[in-house]
């Protein structure tokens, strides 16, 4: 018990001496230990690799996940350690509607049928969009947060241990100045207070230096951590690079399947009143020619007088009697019939004769 009293009275007295150290210092009545410029330096480095390693850090989690609501749930269910429930993201939200939409209208119909494609290309661009988040989240984000929770973390710890280890030895200095003016009034040959106090000041000065050495180690470490995260930048731009050639791929892809589908409704960027605009399979930086309204286009041709070819575009089960199966990449003969559904075309193949649906066709000149 008088063991632990003595310990804390030593400590007690220790964290005392450092806290009058430290407002001197503040009160300009106490000269400081000034660090080396290097291992300013280095301080001032990992401080600013910190505080922007953090900004990076939050707005790269708003990209992947701008509903502030889940990144506070996800944020919940980490500390947790369970895994969050898997919820549709916006593309396939919107894609699981437009299919739904489709199906309610008839596949067989061109608004039913370009619905469900559009459906389809968005729930492609959901998937690719939950691949690049997973890539972001695991090469690039916890990187990032294993710096800021794991190495600056030591870096703080060892930084606050030199601050105590500055504050001893300017502690004892001040001690040896002043052990030397008492001895020095007190004309005492012995000088056992300054002998004490400089003893004092070599150990202190010693454990300085050497934890000096640590903090400055650990900070040129920072440039380690600089070309890591250089590696992570790398990855997270493959893998944006990647999700966006995949949309424009997927977008270019469905594109081209508009382009098959009549125009037989108004495009909202018509440059002519009353003139159409067809969606014809072009490279996405190219503008969409307009159409005018004499112009011959398969809505327009829906009403020609005789028979003409037309090739089939996608395969097609007959529904019911009345209407004639394709398959696609076929050349079947088709006519228009008055009265008939303007969605719809009698065509014919040998001695077969059905409707068919207009948006399986592309009329041949």
Same mark, same amino acid.
């Given at each position: 018990?008088?063991?632990?009293?003595?310990?804390?009275?030593?400590?007690?007295?220790?964290?005392?001496?450092?806290?009058?150290?430290?407002? @001197?210092? %503040? +009160?300009? =009545?106490?000269?400081?230990?000034? $660090? /080396? *410029?290097?291992?300013?330096? #280095?301080?001032?480095?990992?401080?600013?690799?910190?505080?922007?390693?953090?900004?990076?850090?939050?707005?790269?989690?708003?990209?992947?996940?701008?509903?502030?609501?889940?990144?506070?749930?996800?944020?919940?269910?980490?500390?947790?350690?369970?895994?969050?429930?898997?919820?549709?993201?916006?593309?396939?939200?919107?894609?699981?509607?437009?299919?739904?939409?489709?199906?309610?209208?008839?596949?067989?119909?061109?608004?039913?049928?370009?619905?469900?494609?559009?459906?389809?290309?968005?729930?492609?661009?959901?998937?690719?969009?939950?691949?690049?988040?997973?890539?972001?989240?695991?090469?690039?984000?916890?990187?990032?947060?294993?710096?800021?929770?794991?190495?600056?973390?030591?870096?703080?710890? @060892?930084? %606050? +241990?030199? =601050?105590?280890?500055?504050?001893? $030895? /300017? *502690?004892?200095?001040?001690? #040896?100045?002043?052990?030397?003016?008492?001895?020095?009034?007190?004309?005492?040959?012995?000088?056992?207070?300054?002998?004490?106090?400089?003893?004092?000041?070599?150990?202190?000065?010693?454990?300085?230096?050497?934890?000096?050495?640590?903090?400055?180690?650990?900070?040129?470490?920072?440039?380690?951590?600089?070309?890591?995260?250089?590696?992570?930048?790398?990855?997270?731009?493959?893998?944006?690079?990647?999700?966006?050639?995949?949309?424009?791929?997927?977008?270019?892809?469905?594109?081209?399947?508009?382009?098959?589908?009549?125009?037989?409704?108004?495009?909202?960027?018509?440059?002519?009143?009353?003139?159409?605009?067809?969606?014809?399979?072009?490279?996405?930086?190219?503008?969409?020619?307009?159409?005018?309204?004499?112009?011959?286009?398969?809505?327009?041709?829906?009403?020609?007088?005789?028979?003409?070819?037309?090739?089939?575009?996608?395969?097609?089960?007959?529904?019911?009697?009345?209407?004639?199966?394709?398959?696609?990449?076929?050349?079947?003969?088709?006519?228009?019939?008055?009265?008939?559904?303007?969605?719809?075309?009698?065509?014919?193949?040998?001695?077969?004769?059905?409707?068919?649906?207009?948006?399986?066709?592309?009329?041949?000149?």
């Amino acid at each position: 018990m008088d063991f632990n009293v003595k310990r804390f009275a030593a400590d007690a007295g220790t964290f005392l001496s450092r806290a009058v150290q430290f407002t @001197e210092e %503040k +009160l300009g =009545q106490a000269e400081k230990t000034e $660090l /080396d *410029a290097h291992l300013e330096n #280095l301080l001032v480095r990992a401080e600013n690799t910190k505080q922007w390693t953090e900004k990076i850090m939050k707005q790269t989690e708003v990209l992947l996940q701008p509903n502030p609501n889940v990144r506070l749930e996800e944020f919940v269910y980490e500390k947790l350690e369970k895994k969050a429930p898997t919820r549709m993201n916006n593309h396939e939200l919107l894609g699981q509607s437009m299919i739904e939409s489709g199906s309610e209208f008839g596949p067989g119909t061109a608004y039913g049928n370009a619905l469900i494609k559009c459906g389809e290309t968005q729930k492609q661009i959901g998937g690719a969009e939950r691949e690049f988040i997973q890539s972001a989240a695991i090469n690039f984000l916890t990187p990032f947060r294993n710096f800021l929770e794991g190495d600056f973390k030591t870096i703080l710890k @060892e930084r %606050k +241990l030199l =601050q105590v280890k500055r504050l001893d $030895l /300017d *502690a004892a200095k001040t001690r #040896l100045k002043k052990a030397r003016m008492s001895d020095a009034r007190a004309a005492v040959r012995t000088h056992s207070l300054s002998l004490q106090a400089e003893q004092e000041l070599r150990m202190t000065q010693s454990e300085f230096d050497r934890q000096a050495e640590i903090t400055r180690l650990l900070l040129e470490g920072v440039s380690s951590t600089h070309a890591h995260h250089l590696r992570c930048l790398n990855d997270l731009v493959e893998a944006q690079t990647t999700y966006y050639a995949q949309c424009y791929q997927y977008m270019v892809d469905l594109q081209k399947q508009l382009g098959s589908f009549p125009s037989t409704f108004s495009n909202n960027n018509q440059v002519s009143g009353g003139a159409s605009i067809s969606v014809p399979t072009i490279p996405v930086s190219a503008s969409l020619p307009s159409v005018s309204a004499g112009q011959s286009s398969l809505s327009a041709s829906a009403g020609f007088s005789g028979s003409r070819k037309a090739r089939v575009l996608y395969d097609y089960d007959a529904a019911s009697s009345s209407e004639l199966s394709l398959l696609a990449d076929e050349v079947i003969t088709v006519s228009s019939v008055f009265g008939m559904d303007s969605d719809w075309l009698m065509g014919e193949r040998g001695s077969q004769k059905g409707k068919v649906p207009i948006t399986y066709l592309e009329l041949l000149n």
